[in-house]
T-cell receptor, first 110, second 118 residues
Framework: QQPVQSPQAVILREGEDAVINCSSS?????VHWYRQKHGEAPVFLMI?????EQKGHEKISASFNEKKQQSSLYLTASQLSYSGTYFC???????????FGKGTHLIIQP | GAVVSQHPSWVICKSGTSVKIECRSL??????MFWYRQFPKQSLMLMAT?????????EQGVEKDKFLINHASLTLSTLTVTSAHPEDSSFYIC??????????????FGDGTRLSIL
């Protein structure tokens, strides 16, 4: 089942903050975050495995709630280079590939 | 490290042609590689899991006779779109992970192949 991402799209001015959410009706083993720019391959950002975990650095970070049903990606003081589509992917069982959400389109304006 | 190379980056060909796409892990061994398909402005949809030395595992709704996958070595997987038709036009992306539990390994993506069938 595909994780649900929100919002679908967001437009910010450079320097503003954004939060992107990824949720599932069932507990996830892991959640992966990627950013994809138009016409390019997705680029890995981070993986969260544990309930309550927070990861990343001051500008781009993510959290995984205690029940492991929701993850949020935090973009602080956004830069023009942050523009792109952000996907969360849920780690499946065994040797499965990722099931990605529909993505959140982020546009940063000068 | 963890570089995945995909070739070709763009293919334009006539309907009925078969097209082969290569995915190579350049600096690590990948027992498992994944093939995704992405339509414009949509998410990545997993097509199949490619396992070195064994048959690929296809997702529901993906025709295995249409999309042939071969994973002959720990660094190379190929996807062949057989008798391609315009509806097969899409962006195909491969990914690979290192050894260990795949659920907590980052997937490293190739640059993708844009396939256009006329």
């Amino acid at each position: 089942q595909q994780p649900v991402q929100s919002p679908q799209a967001v437009i910010l001015r450079e320097g503003e903050d954004a939060v992107i959410n990824c949720s599932s009706s069932k507990a996830l083993y892991s959640v992966h975050w990627y950013r994809q720019k138009h016409g390019e391959a997705p680029v890995f950002l981070m993986i969260l495995l544990k309930g309550g975990e927070q990861k990343g650095h001051e500008k781009i970070s993510a959290s995984f709630n205690e029940k492991k049903q929701q993850s949020s990606l935090y973009l602080t003081a956004s830069q023009l280079s942050y523009s792109g589509t952000y996907f969360c992917g849920k780690g499946g069982g065994g040797a499965d590939g990722l099931t990605f959400g529909k993505g959140t389109h982020l546009i940063i304006q000068p | 490290g963890a570089v995945v190379s995909q070739h070709p980056s763009w293919v334009i060909c006539k309907s009925g042609t078969s097209v082969k796409i290569e995915c190579r892990s350049l600096d690590f061994q990948a027992t498992t590689m994944f093939w995704y398909r992405q339509f414009p402005k949509q998410s990545l949809m997993l097509m199949a899991t490619s396992n070195e030395g064994s048959k690929a595992t296809y997702e529901q709704g993906v025709e295995k006779d249409k999309f042939l996958i071969n994973h002959a070595s720990l660094t190379l997987s190929t996807l062949t779109v057989t008798s391609a038709h315009p509806e097969d036009s899409s962006f195909y992306i491969c990914s690979a992970s290192g050894t260990g539990d795949l659920r907590n390994q980052p997937q490293h993506f190739g640059d993708g192949t844009r396939l256009s069938i006329l």
